[in-house]
């Protein structure tokens, strides 16, 4: 149905017991998402024979997570940010249901505005600031430890 504006308003309704064109949209990106996860945790352990699964989750998030773990300072595109928690699995899933990880962070200007995203690491993100106690890569193989107790990687392994 047009308007006298020429815009397009759509007439399509969900109907009781139909999902929604948004839960559509969701489902598909969910299930993408994980096909994606699922495709570089193989190539991974194509590249290396005898890679457990947590130590492909492990490399797999290190590498979109980066160096972001909990009390560190960075500087993306869009701002400085502290980073409040690094979520996995479920806990991840009660945030943002399409995804198995989160960052939940706060600018570091404006300590109202929060984000909780899943954007990875890049080239042009600049760490400004690290809590000393901690360890990026024993943080990722916890992070990995994680999702393989919560089933996401499809057998039982050793952490």
Wanted: no cysteine; net charge neutral.
């Amino acid at each position: 149905m047009q308007d006298r504006t020429g815009t397009v308003e759509s007439t399509r309704r969900a109907t009781p017991g139909s999902p929604s064109l948004e839960d559509l949209a969701l489902t598909i990106t969910r299930q993408t998402n994980r096909r994606l996860e699922l495709d570089r945790i193989a190539a991974l352990k194509a590249d290396s024979p005898g890679m457990t699964d947590a130590e492909a989750y492990r490399r797999l998030f290190e590498a979109a997570i980066g160096p972001r773990f909990e009390g560190t300072i960075y500087r993306d595109a869009a701002g400085t940010w502290e980073v409040l928690e690094v979520l996995f699995g479920d806990a991840a899933r009660e945030r943002r249901s399409y995804t198995s990880w989160v960052l939940v962070e706060r600018s570091i200007f404006d300590h109202k505005d929060r984000r909780v995203h899943r954007f990875g690491w890049t080239q042009h993100d600049a760490v400004l600031m690290q809590p000393a106690e901690s360890e990026p890569r024993e943080f990722a193989a916890i992070a990995a430890g994680a999702l393989v107790a919560n089933g996401l990687a499809g057998s039982a392994v050793r952490a």
